[in-house]
């Protein structure tokens, strides 16, 4: 996965963590979007190794 992309969302989990989803939102989907199969299936993995990232207080989780 590119350093961007991780970057992307990293962030985007800390403003969800904040209540800030607009702006989460605003953040991951290009890098989403703009993401081919490779990078794409490399997100999803991420995402589901990361979900308490989104969820958690846990200031461990950035």
Not at 34 to 40: F, N, R, V
């Given at each position: ?9 990293k ?8 209540n800030?989803?607009t702006?989460?939102?605003l953040?991951?989907?290009?890098v ?30 950035r």
């Amino acid at each position: 996965m590119r350093p961007s992309t991780l970057r992307a969302l990293k962030r985007a989990a800390e403003l969800t963590r904040q209540n800030r989803l607009t702006e989460a939102v605003l953040i991951a989907e290009p890098v989403i979007l703009t993401a081919d199969s490779y990078e794409g299936d490399e997100i999803l993995r991420w995402l589901a190794e990361h979900v308490t990232d989104f969820t958690s207080d846990n200031k461990e989780a950035r």
